[in-house]
């Protein structure tokens, strides 16, 4: 990987402390750059913080404030050229449905697997930041 080209930043949004912290090492292990939040307040605050430097989010679909679609919609409103990845461990085609029309909206399947993710994230035109490959997470 060229060291004058910033890995890519993934915003993780989690509320389960321990699931958070195996998906964010997953990706740090692929050489992704990772900012952990564990609620969609919290996800939103550090955004702004960024200022446009995060270049995709995942996001769980139960949060304790409110939903993944919420926070989804949310997010779209204020970067409409965020990719993201809604992670759900349940099938919602009301859910899925929500956001049909949208390229950079993709859905993931619980429990996360690290190759997997990296693969989502590659579909939705973030670059691979060429890190070593990571086991399942």
Not at 76 to 103: H, M, N, W
Request: glycine fraction near 8%.
């Amino acid at each position: 990987m060229d060291s004058d080209v910033a890995a890519p930043s993934i915003l993780v949004v989690e509320d389960d402390a321990l699931v958070r912290m195996v998906l964010c090492d997953a990706l740090a292990d692929l050489g992704f750059r990772v900012e952990p939040t564990g609620s969609a307040t919290e996800a939103l605050e550090r955004l702004g913080q960024l200022q446009g430097r995060v270049d995709a989010a995942i996001l769980d679909v139960g949060l304790p404030d409110r939903t993944g679609d919420i926070l989804a919609a949310e997010l779209r409103a204020s970067r409409a050229d965020l990719p993201i990845v809604i992670a759900t461990g349940y099938e919602d085609e009301t859910l899925r449905a929500q956001f049909r029309g949208d390229p950079l909206v993709r859905f993931f399947g619980k429990p996360y697997v690290s190759a997997d993710i990296a693969a989502e994230l590659k579909l939705l035109g973030v670059r691979d930041p060429g890190g070593p490959t990571a086991a399942e997470a």
